[in-house]
T-cell receptor, first 113, second 115 residues
């Protein structure tokens, strides 16, 4: 069965510092990959997605993610975080077109002033 | 602007009662989904629909049902609420196409407490 793993449950980062959130998937074929953000009390908003092509994907709010097939990873990065980036971040994948979206457990990001 | 709404936003009910959570989208999306969110589990798929009169079971469908009588609405019913169904419920929709590759748009969520 397909699965998505986010190894870090919580990350604390200082405002202005860089941020990297890890995501790993566990099946052989290249899946469709997504990163969503959930601000407190809100629904999920899509940050970026990868289907094929360039392995470095740019998203909204200054985020980017890199697909690495050799590591089965799709890590999310931001060079300089803002206090408004404090939220929970979910990696999600679809094994192939026609399949269902599977979410990781989420990583909660706290931003220190 | 097009949107997806859920009601109520908060609900407290008692064990054994029937509860219906509403989801309404104005994007005219064919695909609609219900998820529950629990600590440590991320979001798990309950039911989904690819169009009017179409419904399918997801990963955690036991104790839940849905019906799709029009494009805009996919109500989720808990037939006999249990404490294990205390959770935050999210509805999502996506346009038709190659299913799964289209972005899913999420509602604001409904926090359900079963006492």
């Amino acid at each position: 069965a397909q699965s998505v793993t986010q190894p870090d449950i919580h990350i604390t980062v200082s405002e202005g510092a860089s941020l990297e959130l890890r995501c790993n998937y566990s099946y052989g074929a290249t899946p469709y990959l997504f990163w969503y953000v959930q601000s407190p009390g809100q629904g999920l908003q899509l940050l970026l997605k990868y289907f094929s092509g360039d392995t470095l994907v740019q998203g909204i709010k200054g985020f980017e993610a890199e697909f690495k097939r050799s590591q089965s990873s799709f890590n999310l990065r931001k060079p300089s975080v803002h206090w408004s980036d404090a939220a929970e971040y979910f990696c999600a994948s679809i094994k192939a077109a026609g399949n269902k979206l599977t979410f990781g457990g989420g990583t909660r990001v706290l931003v220190k002033p | 602007d097009a949107e997806i709404t859920q009601s109520p936003r908060h609900k407290i009910t008692e064990t054994g009662r029937q509860v219906t959570l509403a989801c309404h989208q104005t994007w005219n999306h064919n695909n609609m989904f219900w998820y529950r969110q629990d600590l440590g589990h991320g979001l798990r798929l309950i039911h989904y629909s690819y169009g009017v009169q179409d419904t399918n079971k997801g990963e955690v469908s036991d104790g839940y049902s849905v019906s799709r009588s029009n494009t805009e609405d996919l109500p989720l019913t808990l037939e006999s609420a249990a404490s294990s169904q205390t959770s935050v419920y999210f509805c999502a929709s996506s346009p038709a196409g190659v299913e799964g590759t289209d972005t899913q748009y999420f509602g604001p969520g409904t926090r359900l407490t079963v006492l």
